[in-house]
Each structure stands twice: as C-alpha cells, then as structure tokens.
C-alpha cells in the first residue's frame, strides 16, 4: 500500500539522517492493469510509474493520464526503444551497443534521453547489467554520446530472504557511483529497499508492496 511503502520509506530515511525528498520512488507497475494501477497509486497522488516490458508501458501509456512519469527499469532490446516514448529515465543501459541505440534514437527525436548504467553487483549469471569489468568503459562511452544524459547506475541485488544479504552490493554500487561522480542511485525494491536507503538508494523500485493486497487474518468474520 502507498501509504505504508511512504511511511517506510520515511522510517529509512530517518534511520540515515536523510530526507524523504531525496528518495524517489518509482511504482513498478508490470503485470497491473489501468484500474489497479489507478486505484492503488494514481487516485494517491502518486504519478511516478515503472515498467519493465516496453510493449506494456506502450500499451498502458494511453490508458493512463498524461501527467504520469513514466521509467523503464526492464532489460531493453534495442528494437524496441522506440515504445518507450517521452520516458523519463532508463534504468537499464548495459552495453554499448544499446547506449549507441538510444542515443541514435534521441537524435532522432530531437532530445536527450536521461539513462542509468546498470550493473550486475553480485556477478550472478542470471542479472542484467553490465560486469563491473565494464561499467568504466561503458561509462566513458556514454558520457561521449550527445543525446545521452548519464544520471547514476541501477542494480538488482541477489534474492533473498533476509535483506541485510543485499547491504554489501548497495554499498558496492554507491561506491561504483562515487568513483564515476554519479548522483543517481536506482537500487532497492519491495524485499530490501529500506536497507537501499540506508546505503544511500536515491531512487527506489517497488512493485509488489505497493499493488498486493495483504492478506488479512480477521478471526471475528
Ligand atoms: C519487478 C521489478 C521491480 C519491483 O520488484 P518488487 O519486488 O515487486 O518490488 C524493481 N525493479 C525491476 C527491474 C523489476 O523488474
């Protein structure tokens, strides 16, 4: 629920004498219909909306109001960057060759696309995002592309069940940002986010906590 997602949110941020304000949050909307993602975020004020598919954040962008903020956080194949529209951040650039397929497409649509690196922290085989090997040359790569904007970086910690596990990959990748004087840091979703904050997370990923009802044990019914 929003509600309770801002309120940890806020509880984070107190823990690491930082501000609210500093911490965004993008609500992961894959797999929610309009009407879900309506009822439970938009009707709160709340317009900042993530997809991970660009076929589905094209089909949803009409059944939506304008003024939603629309960020690609999914593993992106080149064809389809064009889906994603006036979007205002890609969480998810990992090869130079996408970074030259974005940058092609913003010359073509006459602006400058806002992107993130990600990176593979853990080194799992299974994650996207760049080796951490690679993350200074595709950096520099980046920063030479004219209708690139390099914010920050993003990565997906292992799972788990215990959030402390992903500490030490949040911390790796503020450090990671730090040494590329990065500001922006995509990193935390609804399993381990509040530890993301802690480690400095100025943009948080969260879909499940936000769009699943808890299930409520109610003995007097
Ligand atoms: C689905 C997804 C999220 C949100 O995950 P939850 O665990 O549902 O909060 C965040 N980032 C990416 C890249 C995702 O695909």
């Given at each position: ?187 935390g979703m609804s399993?381990d986010f509040e530890?993301a904050i ?6 948080v990923?969260i ?15």
């Amino acid at each position: 629920m929003l509600s309770v997602v801002h309120d940890r949110i806020a509880a984070a941020c107190e823990r690491a004498g930082r501000s609210p304000s500093d911490v965004k949050l993008v609500a992961v909307s894959k797999g929610q219909d309009a009407a879900s993602v309506k009822d439970k975020v938009l009707s709160r004020g709340h317009v900042t909306l993530g997809e991970n598919r660009a076929q589905e954040l094209r089909d949803k962008r009409p059944l939506l109001p304008d003024e939603v903020e629309w960020h690609f956080v999914g593993n992106l194949q080149r064809n389809k960057i064009k889906y994603l529209g006036d979007v205002a951040l890609i969480h998810s650039v990992n090869s130079v060759r996408l970074a030259d397929a974005i940058d092609d497409w913003g010359a073509r649509e006459g602006r400058v696309v806002p992107v993130l690196i990600s990176v593979n922290v853990a080194g799992e085989d299974s994650k996207q995002g760049v080796n951490v090997e690679e993350l200074a040359g595709l950096v520099v790569h980046a920063r030479g592309l004219p209708h690139l904007e390099l914010r920050g970086l993003m990565t997906m910690a292992p799972h788990g069940d215990d959030p402390e596990l992903a500490r030490p990959h949040f911390r790796y990748l503020r450090e990671l940002a730090k040494l590329h004087d990065l500001p922006e840091l995509s990193m935390g979703m609804s399993g381990d986010f509040e530890v993301a904050i802690e480690e400095g997370a100025t943009i948080v990923r969260i879909g499940t906590a936000l769009f699943e009802t808890p299930q409520v044990q109610d003995d007097r019914l």
